[in-house]
């Protein structure tokens, strides 16, 4: 094991080296509607942002307006070299868009009657490229992971595998680049886009941009004050089995009335011929409205809640829900601390509600580097069985992450 884990960290520092010589990416940072962005195409080359490298003014404002500052003034409002592209060293051509995201954690998790966990986790070690020549687009990622992920990975070994989260090739339909029409892989179209990609609300419906990814065809819209996304889904490729594939749509919609105020819903249909666990036919279905807002600059509250109803045949349905509600508190550029609260349910026959709660601090210390620390306590409700009641299970989750994304 300890030599597996040697080896694993090689090439983890290898990818590491490789976006600082290489790359440059981009996140999901919903909070930056503080700053009056509702949309996310003037900084995101992916229409619903989150995903894929960042463009020329993303990475401007990431400069100006995410890093701590230490004492600095604003100075003439222009980003500073170091905010660029492998920090200003390498100019890229205008048409080509880099990026890249490494993410290392140290995971420690105490569960009610059952051993410390403690684990170093290479979350990411992704590189990304967006190509734009003229209307036509052209967008993928790969990346190295030492475990999971299989739902993303291009080879097939049980760990330390290539992978990767998308890839497209898209035509803007008009002058503006305010549509977007694309099909390959590509993020389901669903909800809030978060860094949290472990948050209930993405891991019950499938929407999460670990390796949730799904192939098909999307359009996308991106105006002044609404923004929406609609995907047919062809099946993620990724597994062997067609019949375990799943198939429908998934769409959003988000108006913003004001530029601190966006509020939005979101809607998915799949079937599967055959569920991964139930091995019976699954329709699955999932809505819900989600919002953005900041009542003023320092404070942005984030929230979303979603149903979430599997019809499997021969076996019954279920219905269950997620939601989340989130604080994030900037007191200082460059420092966010944030309170968030969960609630789901999975629809289990006799299962009662689920509930966390996260405290987090983040620091944007550095150009293109940050420093992430969660603490997490969760009380999972556990459904009753002939002859046992339901219950709960507590634990209790601490999360250390350093994170550089060029």
Known sequence: ?????????????????????????????????RHGYTGCTPCHTDPSGGAGALTEYGHAQSDLLLRMRYGEGEGDGEADRTGEFLWGLVKTPEQLRLGADFREAYFSNQSEGAPLEQELITMRADLYGDLKIGRFRAAGSIGYVPQGDLTASLTTGADDNIISREHWIGVELDDEGSWLLRGGRINLPFGIRMIEHTLWARTLTRTDMDASQQYGVSLAVSKENFRGELMAIAGNFAIQEDVFRERGYCGYFEYAPTTTLAAGVSSMFTRATRDIVYGVTDYRYSNGPFVRYAPWQPLVLLAEFDSVYQSLTWNGHRGGYAGFAQADYEPTQGMHLMLTSEIMNSGASGEPASYDGWVSAVWFLLPHVD??????YTRTGIAATLGTAASYSNSTTWLAQFHVWL
Not at 14 to 29: D, I, R
Request: aromatic share 12%; net charge positive.
């Open 371 to 376: 420093l992430r620390f969660d603490g997490i």
């Open 1 to 33: 094991m300890i030599a597996r884990r040697l080896i694993s960290w090689a090439l983890a520092v290898a990818a590491c080296v490789a976006l600082f010589l290489l790359t440059s990416p981009a996140q999901a940072y919903p909070w930056m509607i």
